[in-house]
């Protein structure tokens, strides 16, 4: 129970906001909060080789899942590979502005979770947007 105290003044403080290259890299690479997760895992780990196996074990979401995520991030330059009996990966960013990019989403995601996964709502909510607007026809009867 709160209680509130006569004459008490209270100061609605704004929501936090992203820092604009921190949001610019959750709208660039992560598409949903599977692929969130998986990589707050990876930078939690960043000395662990991974495979879609044990992303599966960790994260709880199917293997097939997990290897098409693990494929793009490697794709997107934040990943190394190695293989040996499976395909393995760890967090290695290609670029020094991707390694920025990286700690300035560990540091939001460790003060800000619900920021940083507001902007990956809204970002999948565009993408969901987008993908129907393709199948819209024009009224003027041209599609």
Known sequence: MITV?????????????????????????????????????????????????????????????MSGMLDRFAKANLLDIRVTDAVRYRLRPGTPELEQDLAGLREAWRFHPAAVMQVVAQSARRSIRDFADAFRFKRDGSS
Do not use: H, K, N
């Open 5 to 65: 105290l006569p004459g008490t003044q209270y100061v609605e403080i704004p929501p936090y906001q992203l820092p604009e290259r921190v949001a610019a890299f959750l709208a660039t690479y992560i598409a949903s909060a599977a692929e969130l997760q998986l990589l707050v895992a990876l930078i939690d780990g960043p000395d662990r080789w991974w495979d879609s196996v044990s992303a599966s074990r960790e994260i709880g979401l199917p293997v097939s899942l």
